[in-house]
């Protein structure tokens, strides 16, 4: 049978890159990263398998930028995907197009800048892939579709973190968090506060996204319940929360009824695992105003499970369960793509650790920090098949080393083989690890040290499945990733220090059929470097 080849429509965009001193959202002299003058950056609005050119103009006087497109698989397509492995960086005063296609996705996603510590300055904004209008979603069309990006801010340059990190060593963790890049409801010195209007009897959805690069957090809205639906391109089976953790890096659809009297109430976020005198900075508030509403929001702020409840953390992150029956990006069920009778081709173990060296912290996996090349490793692995620029297959995928080295490692992925990764994670805070190209289908948490008895814990039935997938303090967290996508990926933690010190890896998914059928081949706009 002859495959039916579904083309969307072409999107065309123009975003300006540049920095404005004159946002100050908690009160500073800081720069901020702004797209077309707007923080956050432009909502990213398309429908599954639309073709997306956006042309980013870097107008900043100093730094390059890259944009990656956090959760978009970039089928066949790494050459598109924003990092510093796929792409040479646009320069400041120029320009480079963005082209790729929305393949086989919904769902909710957010995009940001990848290079030098500039996500801790802004430069992020929201994705939002609709179904195609012949594949209805499992819930009824909301009243309204609202995009909440928060996360946590540090009160200093993006540009001085960065440095010192580079150079000297920066220990201090962000102390703020912003809503939509706005300040906090109850606290004075914010310029402004996020606010949304919603009519009593209507239920509205909202995509909640954590743009953070340190802190979980808890979100919550006062004496409303809300119906988890989605998370990164996955319909979930509906349950009813009162609140919801929120990892570096996920994002969630919840729908929101206005059954409450007309009046104003809080939107809540906190961090986890922060105590009582962190969280008098680390938390967000927000309005949900009723229209027609005159009270406003009053009354204790609504309590949220205690920050270090890791049971409750974890509970809840196994309720969240893939929706077996609903069609997504294609009509028939989810549930036809499921890992119950999948046999495995490599199994991954990979253990995050921080370290120190000359006064300087480093990040690394399996006690390998990754080194940045100056080229690509995509250019690289293209040109001149990875020689002098990277090592192949020297990376030690299943142990940790006893002592820490530095160096750039690419490990292979057997193209369209099932591959095991599990994350542990041996320190004392929460981590996240996303891979760019796939999702993950969650099979497993746990804590304690891993095993391959473990696997009879593990959920086969229906894991859900996702971009970016939360790691416990000293637990583990397993997944399988099928490896149909061709190309150089990024593999790293989504926590910004974390991976702006070492700890990333690249799996190259390799098929030697030259067909752009199974990869594409290099864009005609290629940036070349190094």
Not at 22 to 38: A, E, F, H, L
């Amino acid at each position: 049978m002859q495959a039916i080849i579904i083309n969307g429509a072409e999107i065309f965009l123009e975003w300006h890159v540049d920095e404005d001193y004159n946002i100050k959202p908690v009160s500073v002299d800081q720069p901020v990263i702004t797209i077309n003058g707007k923080f956050p950056g432009p909502l990213l609005n398309a429908t599954t398998n639309d073709n997306i050119h956006v042309n980013v103009f870097n107008d900043m006087d100093k730094y390059p930028v890259l944009i990656t497109w956090n959760g978009i698989q970039q089928r066949r397509n790494s050459w598109q995907d924003g990092v510093s492995g796929t792409n040479c960086a646009i320069r400041p005063n120029t320009n480079w197009t963005y082209e790729f296609r929305l393949k086989d996705q919904i769902g909710s996603f957010f995009y940001f800048p990848s290079l030098h510590y500039e996500k801790a300055g802004g430069g992020f904004g929201p994705i939002q892939i609709n179904n195609r209008v012949k594949i209805q979603p499992p819930f009824a069309k909301p009243e309204g579709d609202f995009d909440l990006l928060i996360g946590d801010w540090y009160e200093n340059s993006f540009k001085v973190i960065g440095d010192k990190l580079a150079h000297e060593g920066y220990n201090k963790t962000p102390n703020m968090m912003l809503m939509n890049g706005k300040g906090s409801y109850l606290d004075p010195k914010a310029k402004s506060n996020e606010s949304f209007t919603i009519n009593q009897g209507k239920t509205y959805r909202l995509r909640i996204s954590n743009v953070g690069s340190e802190w979980s957090f808890n979100f919550r809205i006062q004496n409303h319940t809300m119906l988890l639906v989605e998370t990164e391109g996955s319909y979930t089976n509906q349950i009813t929360l009162n609140s919801l953790d929120v990892h570096v890096g996920q994002s969630y659809s919840v729908l929101v009824t206005a059954d409450q009297d007309a009046a104003d109430y809080y939107i809540v976020a906190t961090a986890k695992m922060a105590n009582s005198t962190q969280l008098k900075t680390l938390q967000v508030i927000g309005v949900l105003h009723y229209e027609n509403s005159t009270k406003p929001a009053n009354g204790p702020i609504p309590n949220g499970p205690d920050p270090f409840d890791v049971n409750f953390s974890i509970s809840q992150a196994r309720s969240i369960r893939w929706n077996l029956t609903t069609g997504a990006a294609r009509p028939n069920p989810q549930g036809t793509f499921n890992v119950s009778n999948v046999t495995l081709s490599q199994t991954f173990v990979l253990q995050n650790s921080l370290n120190y060296k000359n006064g300087m912290i480093n990040y690394a996996i399996n006690n390998v920090s990754y080194a940045t090349p100056k080229t690509p490793l995509k250019l690289a692995d293209y040109y001149l098949n990875g020689a002098g620029v990277y090592e192949l297959d020297k990376f030690p995928a299943n142990v940790s080393l006893l002592e820490v080295v530095y160096g750039t490692f690419v490990v292979s992925g057997e193209h369209k083989g099932w591959l095991e990764i599990v994350f542990k994670n041996e320190l004392q805070v929460m981590d996240s690890w996303h891979l760019d190209g796939f999702s993950f289908f969650v099979v497993g948490f746990g804590f304690g040290n891993w095993k391959p008895e473990s696997r009879s814990t593990y959920n086969f039935h229906d894991p859900i499945v996702r971009s970016t997938v939360q790691v416990y303090p000293k637990g583990w967290t397993a997944v399988y990733v099928y490896l149909d996508n061709p190309g150089m990926w990024n593999l790293r933690s989504q926590k910004l220090k974390n991976w702006f010190l070492g700890q990333e890896l690249y799996i190259r998914v390799y098929d030697s059929d030259p067909n752009p059928a199974k990869e594409l081949i290099p864009p005609k706009n290629l940036l070349y470097c190094g």
